[in-house]
């Protein structure tokens, strides 16, 4: 008798879409997936790019999550078939919780609040409260807590953000019974469970709210006081254990079995962070590093505790966490602030004058208006990739530097800024496009240096997201850049088949999330070489890019820089 197929569902929380992914058990084969789009967010709604504001409204998400994960059960014959499922979400992206763990802004008074939203992982509203957290870390009597989090504590993490919060918002920080990172929210959501209850992400923990077992889990309420006296009472609020990805969190509530088509002991694993998920899904082992390669970059290593026994944390990155992405082993992560978003912005720029002049084009109706709008849109950045790789190598002096959001490792510095040099009244289009392209493939040299610089030897690079499967410029620019060679992950969505390993493990299908990684994992579709006529030529360059960016370094006010206090 045929035994019939188990399914697990990996939902990925990305910046603009939730993405369900249906995934065989026994085979990793990706059976169908689903994605939905966040309105709210897609009309700019809660934002002010101005301010470095970035805020979703959890409806987004909730709504998204129903349309995607009910349109891959619709292919399957009975939801019994289904076994579990696993979050994955943006981080840090925390958001303002009450008493009995409702995001605040589903409450009507919040509603219209971006305050009372999640606080995207790009909002950088919060750089002021970064640095009052790094200067006590280092003066307050205490452990540093920033010592497992690269020593540099960051604008985009959970407690920059909840103090800023505390101190601009007093409604909502009074509204606020506690704070949960999107991942661990959309997880309390599922299963329908006592805040008290809720099982916190590991990943989430350690890499952005300075959670370590040395300390006793959180930073202790004196330090937290003397960094903001509102925030009392709240570490009590929060947690002290944390669980790694492959456990179970808990079963759907039957309100969202329901609601999604699935049984209620349907298994929800604990939450975790998209790039995490997107380094299990991608085969890591250890010593390599798989880039999540999409609207910033996350760089993620796994290394065996023993290796670092004795060794002073790994200095400027994100995180060392043991059990962040793989259980019993040390999770670092590291990475940019801007990667595609670069590129976006550089297409945006290029594409106002168009739009400006077609909606004064008096020959032209409004359809043939937004047509030509859209069709440039759609060929803009595939016919500058097409010009820049058409240049001749040794043309074009201009360098940038890839800091149009900030610098997050290594040595987080999110006051810093974008620049270019060598501009003359020769410079085209195509060529500050390939000063941006390099200047992102310097910015990750920079991370794989640091890494080996503290005694993490890189031995394998693995490229996953967006921008690794769809342009080969660009990760032929890095290789060349690295001189490494590249594989990109077969799979499409790495963060979302991660997602389905963890829950695959949770289930009980497999007892280790190494062995869901042997059965699962879709390989390899691409490979890049270094192509030694260029390596040297990139050496060089690449010093410039460094002695450019201490130029600019220098001259920036905040750490490190002319105003450093």
Same mark, same amino acid.
């Given at each position: 008798?045929?035994?019939?197929?188990?399914?697990?569902?990996?939902?990925?929380?990305?910046?603009?879409?939730?993405?369900?992914?249906?995934?065989?058990?026994?085979?990793?084969?990706?059976?169908?997936?689903?994605?939905?789009? @966040?309105?709210?967010?897609?009309?700019?709604?809660?934002?002010?790019?101005?301010?470095?504001?970035?805020?979703?409204?959890?409806?987004?998400?909730?709504?998204?999550?129903?349309?995607?994960?009910?349109?891959?059960?619709?292919?399957?014959?009975?939801?019994?078939?289904?076994?579990?499922?696993?979050?994955?979400?943006?981080?840090?992206?925390?958001?303002?919780?009450?008493?009995?763990?409702?995001?605040?802004?589903?409450?009507?008074?919040?509603?219209?609040?971006?305050?009372?939203?999640?606080?995207?992982?790009?909002? *950088?509203?919060?750089?002021?409260?970064?640095?009052?957290?790094?200067?006590?870390?280092?003066?307050?009597?205490?452990?540093?807590?920033?010592?497992?989090?690269?020593?540099?504590?960051?604008?985009?993490?959970?407690?920059?953000?909840?103090?800023?919060?505390?101190?601009?918002?007093?409604?909502?920080?009074?509204?606020? *019974?506690?704070?949960?990172? *999107?991942?661990?929210?959309?997880?309390?959501?599922?299963?329908?469970?006592?805040?008290?209850?809720?099982?916190?992400?590991?990943?989430?923990?350690? *890499?952005?709210?300075?959670?370590?077992?040395?300390?006793?889990?959180?930073?202790?309420?004196? @330090?937290?006081?003397?960094?903001?006296?509102?925030?009392?009472?709240?570490?009590?609020?929060?947690?002290?254990?944390?669980?790694?990805?492959?456990?179970?969190?808990?079963?759907?509530?039957?309100?969202?079995?329901?609601?999604?088509?699935?049984?209620?002991?349907?298994?929800?694993?604990?939450?975790?962070?998209?790039?995490?998920?997107?380094?299990?899904?991608?085969?890591?082992?250890?010593?390599?590093?798989?880039?999540?390669?999409?609207?910033?970059?996350?760089?993620?290593?796994?290394?065996?505790?023993?290796?670092?026994?004795?060794?002073?944390?790994?200095?400027?990155?994100?995180?060392?966490?043991?059990?962040?992405?793989?259980?019993?082993?040390?999770?670092?992560?590291?990475?940019?602030?801007?990667?595609?978003?670069?590129?976006?912005?550089?297409?945006?720029?290029?594409?106002?004058?168009?739009?400006?002049?077609?909606?004064?084009?008096?020959?032209?109706?409004?359809?043939?208006?937004?047509?030509?709008?859209?069709?440039?849109?759609?060929?803009?950045?595939?016919?500058?990739?097409?010009?820049?790789?058409?240049?001749?190598?040794?043309?074009?002096?201009?360098?940038?530097?890839?800091?149009?959001?900030?610098?997050?490792?290594?040595?987080?510095?999110?006051?810093?800024?974008?620049?270019?040099?060598?501009?003359?009244?020769?410079?085209?289009?195509?060529?500050?496009?390939?000063?941006?392209?390099?200047?992102?493939?310097?910015?990750?040299?920079?991370?794989?240096?640091? @890494?080996?610089?503290?005694?993490?030897?890189?031995?394998?690079?693995?490229?996953?997201?967006?921008?690794?499967?769809?342009?080969?410029?660009?990760?032929?620019?890095?290789?060349?850049?690295?001189?490494?060679?590249?594989?990109?992950?077969?799979?499409?969505?790495?963060?979302?088949?991660?997602?389905?390993?963890?829950?695959?493990?949770?289930?009980?299908?497999?007892?280790?999330?190494?062995?869901?990684?042997?059965?699962?994992?879709?390989? @390899?579709?691409?490979?890049?070489?270094?192509?030694?006529?260029?390596?040297?030529?990139?050496?060089?360059?690449?010093?410039?890019?460094?002695?450019?960016?201490?130029?600019?370094?220098?001259?920036?006010?905040?750490?490190?820089?002319?105003?450093?206090?």
């Amino acid at each position: 008798m045929q035994t019939r197929p188990q399914y697990v569902i990996g939902l990925d929380f990305g910046t603009s879409s939730v993405r369900a992914l249906l995934v065989e058990v026994a085979t990793g084969r990706e059976v169908a997936d689903a994605v939905q789009p @966040f309105p709210r967010w897609d009309a700019g709604q809660f934002c002010d790019p101005d301010l470095n504001q970035f805020r979703q409204h959890p409806l987004d998400h909730l709504e998204g999550l129903t349309a995607a994960v009910r349109e891959v059960v619709a292919l399957v014959d009975d939801p019994a078939q289904i076994v579990a499922l696993a979050v994955d979400a943006t981080g840090s992206s925390p958001g303002p919780v009450n008493e009995q763990g409702r995001a605040l802004g589903l409450l009507p008074e919040f509603a219209e609040e971006p305050d009372a939203l999640f606080i995207l992982w790009k909002d *950088h509203t919060a750089v002021a409260e970064a640095q009052e957290i790094n200067q006590l870390a280092r003066t307050w009597g205490g452990p540093d807590y920033t010592a497992y989090s690269g020593g540099v504590y960051s604008p985009e993490w959970f407690w920059s953000k909840i103090t800023r919060i505390a101190r601009t918002n007093p409604a909502v920080a009074q509204a606020a *019974h506690s704070w949960l990172e *999107h991942c661990d929210w959309v997880t309390l959501e599922l299963t329908g469970q006592p805040l008290a209850s809720l099982k916190r992400s590991r990943c989430a923990a350690g *890499h952005k709210a300075l959670w370590h077992p040395s300390w006793d889990g959180l930073p202790s309420e004196e @330090f937290l006081t003397q960094l903001e006296p509102q925030l009392a009472g709240l570490r009590a609020r929060l947690y002290q254990e944390t669980y790694a990805a492959d456990e179970p969190a808990g079963t759907l509530s039957p309100e969202w079995a329901a609601k999604l088509g699935l049984r209620p002991e349907t298994v929800v694993a604990v939450g975790t962070i998209d790039a995490h998920a997107g380094g299990v899904g991608a085969g890591i082992t250890p010593y390599a590093m798989v880039k999540v390669m999409g609207t910033s970059t996350c760089d993620i290593v796994v290394v065996p505790p023993a290796d670092l026994a004795g060794r002073p944390p790994v200095a400027g990155i994100c995180g060392q966490v043991e059990g962040s992405v793989v259980p019993g082993l040390v999770g670092l992560e590291a990475g940019q602030s801007a990667f595609g978003d670069l590129l976006a912005w550089f297409e945006g720029l290029l594409s106002w004058p168009l739009a400006a002049v077609l909606d004064r084009a008096t020959g032209l109706d409004a359809r043939q208006r937004e047509e030509l709008l859209l069709e440039a849109e759609r060929n803009l950045l595939g016919m500058l990739t097409e010009a820049a790789q058409a240049l001749p190598f040794a043309q074009s002096p201009v360098l940038a530097l890839d800091w149009v959001n900030g610098r997050r490792t290594p040595d987080a510095n999110l006051q810093l800024q974008g620049a270019l040099r060598n501009l003359t009244m020769g410079s085209s289009a195509p060529e500050v496009f390939r000063a941006l392209v390099e200047a992102l493939c310097y910015g990750s040299r920079r991370i794989l240096e640091r @890494f080996e610089q503290e005694g993490i030897a890189i031995k394998e690079i693995i490229g996953i997201g967006g921008v690794a499967k769809k342009s080969a410029f660009l990760m032929q620019t890095l290789a060349d850049v690295l001189d490494r060679r590249i594989v990109v992950t077969a799979s499409e969505q790495a963060p979302a088949l991660g997602a389905a390993m963890y829950a695959a493990v949770a289930a009980g299908c497999y007892e280790n999330v190494e062995a869901a990684q042997q059965a699962m994992g879709s390989g @390899f579709s691409e490979e890049y070489m270094p192509d030694p006529a260029r390596v040297a030529a990139y050496g060089a360059r690449y010093a410039e890019y460094l002695a450019f960016g201490e130029f600019v370094e220098a001259t920036t006010p905040g750490p490190g820089g002319k105003d450093e206090i």
